[in-house]
């Protein structure tokens, strides 16, 4: 979501995000996502919550096959690319305007002709012309560690509430590393259902599977 030049020289523990491109297997797939973190900073590098969202959605948990999907934040693409590769019937990936081109070329590199169709790379820029999203159009909704800058929180939350129906899924990959994400999570369960159901414990990565709370009906 967010467009961060870093500083030239990384620490160590950053340096992969560093390398011009990160190789990965999904979905019987042999995956080559290019990385500019120079250009783009965070948006153009895969974090660890995206490789463990995509170890979660190939494992099956929650159905993509013929569903309706999109991605919040996508970055370099990985967890929309393995969507569409584990079959969901349409994958709209999405992140903020100077990230479209990078996002598009790592999408058409990595999916096969005959799969290209079904995914479209659009821009969505959090609580911005949410009017051209379906409302309550979505059956998945993915976003890996896109909770981390608080100014969006309320405009994140809001496009959930928006590209969710009651019966939409959310899963969320997180890095907790401050308080002020275990506050985004307690914002969401104010109007969603909440659920942890995985955790990568080498890479200290949380998913969270999240639904909309019905209304109330008051008798």
């Known amino acids: 979501m967010a467009l961060v030049p870093y500083v030239e020289n990384p620490l160590p523990a950053l340096s992969k995000l560093h390398n011009?491109?990160?190789?990965?297997?999904?979905?019987?797939?042999?995956?080559?996502?290019?990385?500019?973190?120079?250009?783009?900073?965070?948006?153009?590098?895969?974090?660890d919550a995206a490789v463990v969202m995509c170890i979660y959605l190939e494992m099956g948990k929650v159905e993509l096959k013929g569903k309706e999907v999109i991605e919040l934040g996508a970055g370099t693409g990985l967890v929309g690319i393995v969507a569409a590769l584990l079959g969901a019937k349409r994958v709209t990936i999405t992140d903020r305007e100077p990230a479209m081109d990078f996002l598009s070329a790592n999408v058409k590199a990595n999916l096969p002709q005959d799969t290209q169709g079904s995914v479209a790379v659009s821009e969505l820029t959090w609580g911005e012309g949410l009017e051209r999203y379906?409302?309550?159009?979505?059956?998945?909704?993915?976003?890996?560690?896109i909770v981390y800058l608080e100014d969006t929180f309320v405009s994140l939350l809001q496009t959930l509430e928006h590209l969710c129906s009651d019966t939409s899924v959310v899963l969320l990959a997180c890095k907790i590393r401050y308080k002020r994400d275990t506050d985004f999570l307690s914002m969401l369960k104010q109007r969603f259902t909440v659920e942890e159901v995985y955790y990568d414990k080498q890479r200290d990565i949380h998913v969270y599977k999240s639904w909309k709370v019905p209304p109330r009906r008051d008798l």
């Open 20 to 47: 011009s491109s990160a190789q990965f297997r999904f979905a019987n797939h042999d995956l080559h996502l290019t990385q500019d973190w120079k250009k783009l900073g965070v948006a153009a590098v895969v974090w």
């Open 134 to 145: 379906t409302a309550g159009g979505y059956d998945v909704v993915l976003g890996a560690d």
